[in-house]
C-alpha cells in the first residue's frame, strides 16, 4: 500500500499522531510535495512545539524555498525548545544548521 495513504490513515484514526504526521511530510518532500511538508510540519510545531525534530525539517525546506528569515526563526524557536527539554543533540543539530546558512 501507498506510504502516504497508510499514513493518512494512520492520523484519520489518531490526529495527535505526531510521529506519523511527521512521517507523512516527509513522504510528502519524497513525493515532491514540498508546501503540503512545509504546511503540515509547522501545524505540528504550533500543536506540540516539544516535537523537537520538525524544527530542523521545516528550517530546511524554508531555506531551500527561500524563505531564510522564516528557515532561521524556526531553527532558533527550535533551539529554544530543545533547551526546555535539556536535548543537547537537536540543539547542537539546529545550531549547526543556524552556522551553515548562507
Given amino acids: 500500500m501507498d506510504r502516504i495513504v497508510k499514513l493518512m490513515e494512520f492520523i484519520a484514526a489518531d490526529p495527535k499522531d505526531f510521529f506519523s504526521r511527521h512521517a507523512l511530510a516527509m513522504e510528502f518532500v519524497k513525493a515532491g510535495k514540498e508546501e503540503d511538508a512545509i504546511q503540515l510540519l509547522d501545524n505540528i ?3 506540540n512545539p516539544e516535537y523537537i525534530g520538525s524544527y530542523l525539517h521545516l528550517g530546511k525546506l524554508l ?19 530543545a533547551g ?3 536535548d543537547n543533540h537537536a540543539r547542537g543539530e539546529l545550531q549547526t544548521a543556524i552556522d551553515l546558512m548562507d
Fill in 45 to 47: 510545531i504550533s500543536e
Fill in 63 to 81: 531555506e531551500k524555498s527561500g524563505e531564510v528569515e522564516e528557515a532561521l526563526n524556526v531553527y532558533s524557536r527550535g533551539i529554544e525548545e
Fill in 84 to 86: 526546555k527539554l535539556n
